[in-house]
């Protein structure tokens, strides 16, 4: 059975860090673009950032630029997301995503393995 974890959530403070770990069993994700992204309540999910499946390109939308990194340990099957300088905006359940593709992309209809999330509270 193909199944993704996240793991890491948790409450903190406006300006405070956390990292998100997503840990893949039942298949190798080597060669899947991986992918985070985020559900806060009344909204849609949206993407966050993304990663290939070679480590070379990541992606992250503009809000989370400079603040977040997306990285993976394809030996350990395991994708990160750091979060540092967290506003309260950020709070949302968080979800890491298997791409169809080696590379990741914005489209979470391009992704066909899906996390069961973590949440993630940020407090003024």
Do not use: H
Not at 28 to 38: A, C, E, L, P, V
Request: with cysteine; hydrophobic share 30%; proline share 2%.
């Amino acid at each position: 059975q193909v199944q993704l974890v996240e793991s890491g959530g948790g409450l903190v403070q406006a300006g405070g860090s956390l990292r998100l770990s997503c840990a893949a069993s039942g298949r190798s994700f080597s060669t899947n673009g991986m992918g985070w992204f985020r559900q806060a309540p009344g909204k849609e999910r949206e993407f966050v950032a993304g990663i290939s499946a070679n480590t070379i390109s990541t992606y992250y939308i503009d809000s989370v630029k400079s603040r977040f990194t997306i990285s993976r340990d394809n030996a350990k099957n395991t994708v990160f997301l750091q979060m540092n300088s967290l506003k309260p905006e950020d709070t949302a359940v968080y979800y890491c995503a298997a791409s169809k593709y080696i590379y990741s992309t914005i489209k979470s209809y391009d992704y066909n393995y899906w996390g069961q999330g973590t949440q993630v509270t940020v407090s003024s």
